[in-house]
Nanobody, 124 residues
Framework: DVQLVESGGGLVQAGESLRLSCAAS????????IAWFRQAPGKDREGVSV????????YYDDSVEGRFTMSSDNVKNTVYLNMNSLKPEDTAVYYC?????????????????WGQGIQVTVSS
């Protein structure tokens, strides 16, 4: 079975940094697109960043471009999201998601596999 397990969330102050990890198992890691999404209370789930492990290209939503960096370790089968200069509006539950039948996308419905989510809270 495919499993995605997020870790690294927590409470920080505005301007600080966090690193999220998503450990993947049960899949051919190098053949998957893996994305980070987030969902704030009362809002839709939105894409943050996505990596195509086939060519290691990374794409970001405009709201995090220049502040967040996504990377992938194909030895540990883990993707990371380094989040710098955090803002209160980055507060959300963050999810990683994986799919191997689509190109990189922020369309929630295109992903079959999801982690359980992890809370990130940024205080002002």
């Amino acid at each position: 079975d495919v499993q995605l397990v997020e870790s690294g969330g927590g409470l920080v102050q505005a301007g600080e940094s966090l690193r999220l990890s998503c450990a993947a198992s049960g899949l051919d890691f190098d053949d998957y697109v893996i994305a980070w999404f987030r969902q704030a209370p009362g809002k839709d789930r939105e894409g943050v960043s996505v990596i195509n492990n086939r060519d290691r290209r990374v794409y970001y939503d405009d709201s995090v471009e220049g502040r967040f960096t996504m990377s992938s370790d194909n030895v540990k089968n883990t993707v990371y999201l380094n989040m710098n200069s955090l803002k209160p509006e980055d507060t959300a539950v963050y999810y990683c998601a994986a799919e191997n039948s689509v190109p990189p996308t922020f369309e929630v419905d295109e992903y079959d596999y999801w982690g359980q989510g992890i809370q990130v809270t940024v205080s002002s």
